[in-house]
Structures are given as C-alpha cells and as structure tokens.
C-alpha cells in the first residue's frame, strides 16, 4: 500500500489519486512529483502478473523489430495515460522500444496535459514525446498524425487508458517478421473502469465485423483452441 495525497493505493486507486498532481500547482507542483510518479508505477504493477502459463513456454526470434509506440489522447485522465506509458517504458525490451510518440488530440482542460506531462516525460521517459494538433481532429487522423513521426520498423498503436503485460511485444512483432504484410491484434484483457481491478479476457478471441460494422468477439474454433499459443486469424 501506498499513501498519496490523502488516498492510500493499493491494488486499485483509490480517492485522492483521482486529483491531478498539478492542481495544486505553483512552484511547490516539482516538489510534489516523487509521490504521484510512485502512485502511478504502484498502480501500474500491482496486479498480478496474469500471463498465460502456456505463453511462458513459447520461444520468439532473437533479433525482433524495433517498435514506434503510438498513443492518441483526448482529455485523458493523467493517472490512466502515465499508467499506459509507464507500462509501456518497464515492459518493452528497452532495445526494441524506439519510441513512445503521445498524440494531444487537441485537449484544452487538463493543465498537466499541457506542459507538466512533457517536462515529466523528459525526466522519467526520454524516450516519449508528445505530438499536439491544433485543435481535434479525431482518433483515426490521431493516429496518422503519430504514425508520421514513427521511427521504428513496426508502429503498435495503444489506447490512452490501457496497461501492457509482460512480454507483451515479442508475441505480436514475432508474426511480422514471419511476414512483414501481417497485422496483428493482441487478446485483450479488461480493466474493470470503476474499481481498476483486472480481470483476464479468456475466452471469445476472435474478433469480427458483423454486417452492420459492429465489432464482435467469437469463440474461437476447435483447432485454433488447441493449437494455442499460436495466434489465429
Ligand atoms: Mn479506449
């Protein structure tokens, strides 16, 4: 457990964490920083590690591509989007993480969103940088944006209030390399928006269109489920 301005983290968030550390502002805000970026790495890697056994025993390549991580935001809590990042900097292989590129889609209502959140990425990941658009243009142009800056031979393209698991990249760059025209999707599991407690998403991995455009999860098929951990289409 951790004590942060008036709440106590343990696992889940709890009240006072909900404020923004620069609220209080003023010249006192850098003194304050240990506290918050402790609260943000203790929500970050709390939970336990709930990696699928059977992935341990899978072998990758050596050599994989580097990665461009891209990250569109609107508005996003500053809590959620430093626990995306911070997850992303402790649980890539620091040799194939190129960079983290943050994308403002025009947000104009959070004050650390502006300044604070580029001076705390200059200090504790170097490797990010924020990209700002004038005004909103909206998640798919976001992410355009964000890809025009990428660097890295692959570009992973991650919400703003997620968390990456460990050994999160080899399985989805390990297809690619296979064959470079592969686009991959990783089974993704839920972060309960209430309590912040994670539940692993088990079964229903396929994903699919119905014919309306509306996304949906199948189960998968027989001999995809026996085949796993080999991904499937
Ligand atoms: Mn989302």
Not at 81 to 91: A, G
Not at 122 to 134: H, I, S, T
Not at 201 to 210: E, K, L, S, V
């Amino acid at each position: 457990m951790f004590k942060v301005a008036g709440g106590t983290v343990g696992g889940t968030l709890a009240a006072g964490v909900h404020e923004s550390p620069w609220s209080a502002a003023g010249p006192q805000a850098a003194s304050r920083l240990p506290a918050w970026v402790k609260s943000v790495l203790t929500v970050c890697c709390s939970r336990k590690d709930e990696e699928r056994k059977i992935c341990a025993l899978k072998k990758y390549s050596e050599r994989l591509p580097t990665v461009s991580v891209v990250i569109p935001f609107f508005e996003e809590h500053w809590t959620t989007l430093l626990r995306t990042v911070v997850s992303v900097m402790h649980r890539s292989p620091p040799e194939i993480l190129r960079q983290i590129i943050l994308v403002d889609d025009g947000s104009t209502m959070k004050d650390f969103l502006q300044s604070p959140l580029e001076t705390w990425l200059k200090r504790y990941v170097p490797k990010a940088m924020v990209v700002r658009l004038p005004y909103r243009r909206g998640l798919i142009v976001a992410r355009q944006e964000g890809a025009k800056k990428a660097k890295g031979d692959v570009i992973v393209v991650l919400d703003s209030h997620c968390e990456v698991m460990t050994n999160w990249l080899p399985p989805l760059l390990d297809p690619i390399l296979k064959n470079h025209r592969t686009v991959v999707c990783p089974l993704i599991d839920v972060i309960n928006q209430a309590t912040f407690a994670y539940a692993p998403q088990d079964h229903g991995g396929r994903g699919a269109f119905d014919w309306r455009f509306f996304y949906k999860r199948l189960n998968l098929r027989p001999h995809e489920q026996a085949n796993l951990p080999e991904p499937f289409p």
